[in-house]
Structures are given as structure tokens and as C-alpha cells.
């Protein structure tokens, strides 16, 4: 899937599965297991997945299908994509807001993705047998408070996902990815069956399935939107560039609609595995960021085999981590590459400081040097409210209406029933959708988030 440069031939996916495997490696990683159960915490749960439903079928799964699109009919990185497909318009700018909003994400995901580091460390050295919720919890806290121990593990994170891009070895993982994924969904059902059978997890399941309309507000909306949008690695560009790398026989729209269930499916179970535990070992649902770290290993020192358990886990969350990371740090360095016309190991390297550099201070904010803010709020908080929730249906609004009014609808006919080879009976309900019902929601969502519009 790599490519060495712009000049040489491209490299493809070698088969639909690859295609799949790969955007999956990208859309499944902390952002189900992670970031899902913490936002939907915070915003009352089971109104929240609702809504979060909703957007992901009606808007995440269109933009996904026109993202792959562009790629794979422009066979060029998102900045390029755009000057190849309308020359001399201004869309390519699309392309460098991916480019703004990879270096954000990547800067906190890879601080999150450090402390999967040091739990699969506290995994293997048998740290969550026979401690209590409180004790489980003040690991947490006492790891962060060291300050440089998170640093060091978010940068040899940037350094591990940098290495694989340097060597373009991508393909190399996509091989394991497809034995290590089905792995971790095996890994969730069981958590998700411990933790149903846990005291009290009724709650949790009610918490998570009865929605309760009155704990939603603007800001719950627009952070559905957000978060269906981070899930799905949309709305920045990594699904153009790996939509690139996609042969022009292949069919998008399955391997679109399989990612999205899939992806959807792992953090609903994530979810039933989280909240039960949530209540039974009495946590609140509302911690924020370090809720699955304060709740998993209390699921691992309850359960039969919980040390080999926990072990596993933490060994598979870790590899869903990098691929998504590599999917982001792709999205530069394949611009850097083909538009700059650097080679890969500079622009990894070159990408990966920049990176390196936000994702220090970013980590540093969270729990050790609160002056690390702006307006009240943590760097680390700014770069995950701000990219998920702003940047990236912003993208995905642009996107759409890029492809639904300015590609060309017998051109973007022709791509994705590649030539005429697939049935595309859906075909108009795919247009409905980009043209109308996804930017339209979007702009509603987004103005209503930010206080401008009223029901
Ligand atoms: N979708 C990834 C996850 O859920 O962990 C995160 C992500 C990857 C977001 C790639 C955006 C992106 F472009």
C-alpha cells in the first residue's frame, strides 16, 4: 500500500479484502474503546448512542462512500485528489485542513495510545489482581503524576508508528491485522460477557440502551456528530489517500458499508463491556478521558484467566491504535511526498517531530501542567474537542458537496459501480443523501452545537 514516490507507479490494494482490512486498521482503534464510552458518559448514554446511530448511518457512512471515491478516481493524495478532479478551484484546501486536523489528532491519540503502553507494562507484571476499584483507580493517577512517564510512552508510540511508515511495511501489518482484529472482537464479547454478569450491570445497560432525551443538549449533538465522524476516519482526507491506493475494478460502496458496521458494532460492544463495570465498581461515567482505564482493569482482576486476559487485551488495543495512527501520519507524509516531492523517510521523520512536539506538551496538560490551556480548557481537551468536533464535519461537509455538486454525477456513477460492473441501486439514495440530508444536517448540527440556531 505504500508509495515511494510520486513519480513511480502507485501501489494498490492487492484485493477487496486488503481494502477492507486496512480502512477498517484505520476506523477501529481507541476511538471505539476509548473515546466512545467516555463521550457517551459524559452525554447521558443511551439518547446520546441514539443520535450517534443516526448520524453514522445517514452521514458517516455517505461521506465514507465519497471519500474512497475521490481517492480512487484520483489516484492521489487529498491535496492533489482536488486539482486533479477540478483544476484551478480552491478545493484542494480540503486537503490541507487534513492535514492541520492529523497533526491534532495524532498529538492526543498518540498520548492516549501511551498509556496503552504502560497498562500492557501494568498487564504483565500482574498489577489489576486482587486490587479494589480504589486502589485500580490511584494506578491511574499515580503513573500520570509522574509527569515524564506518559511522555515516554507517547513518544516511543510516534516512534513505532513512524518506523512502520518509514519502512512501508503497511502491507506487512495488514497481514496480521487480519487475524489480530477478529481477535479483539472475540476479546470484547467476552468482556462484554463478564461484565454483564458483574453486580449492579443492569444499571449499566440501562444507562447505555434507555435513552433519556432530557440529558441531551447542543453540545451532546454536536458531539455525536463528532465522535461518528472520528469513529469512521472521516472527514480529513485518510480515506481519500487510502481510497487511492483502491484498483479501479473494486466495488467501494461494500467495503464502505462493512467498515461502518463493523466499526459500529466494536464500540456499542465496547460500551456493553464499559458501563456495566462503570456502575458495579461505582465510577462515574462522566470521568472523561481516563474512564476505560479506570474501568477495564477491574473487569481483568474479576474474571477467571483475568492476567492472560488483560494481557491479550491490552497487546490487541495497542496494535487497533497503530494502525490508525499510521493511517493518520499517512495522510502527511504522502502529501510531503507527492506534492513536495520529499522523500518518505524525511517526511515521516519531518511529520513524526511535528507530531512529537504538540503530543509533549499535549500530554503534559492533562493532569500535570493545567497552565497548558486555553480558556480554562487543556491543550489536550482544545485538540480533541476542537479536531473531532469542528474540523472533521467540516471536512466531511465540504467533501460531500464537493462530490454531490461538483464531480459529476456520471463520473462519480461510473466510479462507483466501477464502470458498470456493480449494481448500484442505491445509487439515488446515496445522491439524496450527499446532496441534501448529510450537508444540510451537518450545518444544523454545527450551528445548534455552538449555540446559533434554536429548535
Ligand atoms: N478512527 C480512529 C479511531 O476510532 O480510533 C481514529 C482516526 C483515524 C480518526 C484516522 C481520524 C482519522 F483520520
Known sequence: MSNTSGNKQRESFGSKFGIIAATAGSAIGLGNIWRFPYVAGENGGGAFLLIYLGFVLLIGLPVMLSELTIGKAAQRNPFGAFRILRPGEKWFLIGLMGIVAAFMINAFYTVVAGWTLEYLLKALTNQFSNKSATEISELFSSFQQTGWRPVVWTLIFIVLTATIVIAGIEKGIEKYTKILMPLLFVMIIILCIRAVTLPNSLEGLKFLFKPDF?????????????????????????????????????????????????????????????????????????????????????????????????????????????????????????????????NRKKATILASLGIAFLAVFCSLSLYNVPEIAIGGKSLFGILDYTSSNILLPLGGFLIVLFVAWFMGVGKLKDEISAGGKYNVSLFGLYLFLIRFVAPLAIAAVFLYGIGLLKF
Do not use: C, H, R
Not at 251 to 258: I, K, L
Not at 270 to 284: L, N, Y
Not at 298 to 315: C, D, E, K, R, T
Open 214 to 342: 432530557s440529558k441531551i443538549s447542543n453540545k451532546a449533538i454536536l458531539e455525536a456528530l463528532g465522535q461518528a465522524f472520528f469513529s469512521l476516519s472521516v472527514g480529513m482526507g485518510t480515506l481519500i489517500t487510502y481510497g487511492s491506493y483502491i484498483k479501479k475494478k473494486e466495488n467501494v460502496s461494500s467495503s464502505a458499508t462493512s467498515v461502518v458496521i463493523t466499526d459500529t458494532l466494536i464500540a456499542v460492544l465496547a460500551g456493553v463491556a464499559i458501563f456495566p463495570a462503570v456502575f458495579s465498581f461505582g465510577i462515574s461515567p462522566a470521568s472523561g478521558p481516563d474512564l476505560v482505564f479506570q474501568t477495564l482493569p477491574n473487569i481483568f482482576s474479576q474474571m477467571n484467566g483475568g492476567y492472560i486476559f488483560g494481557l491479550m487485551f491490552f497487546f490487541l488495543l495497542i496494535v487497533a491504535a497503530l494502525t490508525s495512527t499510521i493511517s493518520i501520519l499517512e495522510v502527511v507524509v504522502v502529501y510531503l511526498v507527492e506534492e513536495l516531492k520529499m
